[in-house]
C-alpha cells in the first residue's frame, strides 16, 4: 500500500473531526487498526478499503490515491 492512502484516511478522520475511537466504532474495526492503517503499517483489505470509502463518500480509487479529487 502507497503513502497516500494513509494520509488521506488521516485527513478525511480529522475532517470530519472524528477520533480514531469513534471512527472504529462507526465502522466496525479495531481503534488499533485505524492507528496502524494511518502509520502505513498494515495495508487494509479490500472490504475495509471499501467500508471506509463508503463511510467518508468517497470513491476507493481516491483513497488509494489514483484519483485525485473525490
Known amino acids: 500500500m502507497n503513502e ?4 488521506r484516511l488521516r485527513r478525511l478522520r ?3 473531526g472524528l477520533s ?4 472504529s ?3 466496525g474495526l479495531s481503534k488499533n487498526m ?8 498494515a495495508d487494509p483489505s479490500t472490504e475495509t478499503i471499501c467500508l471506509l470509502a463508503d463511510h ?3 470513491s ?6 489514483r484519483k485525485e479529487n473525490f
Open 25 to 27: 466504532e462507526l465502522c
Open 4 to 7: 497516500t492512502f494513509a494520509v
Open 14 to 16: 480529522e475532517r470530519k
Open 60 to 65: 476507493a480509487d481516491y483513497l488509494l490515491g
Open 34 to 41: 485505524i492507528a496502524v492503517y494511518e502509520r502505513g503499517e
Open 20 to 23: 480514531r475511537r469513534t471512527l
Open 56 to 58: 467518508f463518500d468517497v
